[in-house]
């Protein structure tokens, strides 16, 4: 799981601080849904067919599948963090029903290959 980078500083009573934060936010979870969605899309059509037989093919599914997963929930938390501070809430409000839409496949990819490992 790509771990998010750190948040940048600021100094207390700073006037800006926030919205540096909230834009730092906005700009990785971006980053991660960027690197997420090959890995979602490798993994949605790998289950919509019978599953690989070799359990390496397996592994290497799940493994795409759990880095796609858990990617996405850090991006929607980070979304959610700062969600109130952005300039539009309903576009952010749909950026984060879609990644729960995408997080919710790809825990029922995570089940099924789980059940034929």
Known sequence: MEKAGPE????????DAKARRSRWAQDEAARLIRESVPLA?????????????????????HSKARAAHDNLITAR????????????????????????DLIGVMKGALRRIEKAL
């Open 41 to 61: 899309k490798e993994v949605a059509e790998g289950v919509e067919r019978p599953l690989p037989a070799d359990r390496r093919e397996l592994e290497n599914l």
């Open 8 to 15: 940048p500083s600021a100094q207390a009573g700073e006037p």
């Open 77 to 100: 938390e980070l979304y959610m963090r700062f969600e109130m501070d952005v300039d539009n809430q309903a576009q952010l409000s749909d950026r984060i029903r879609r990644l729960n």
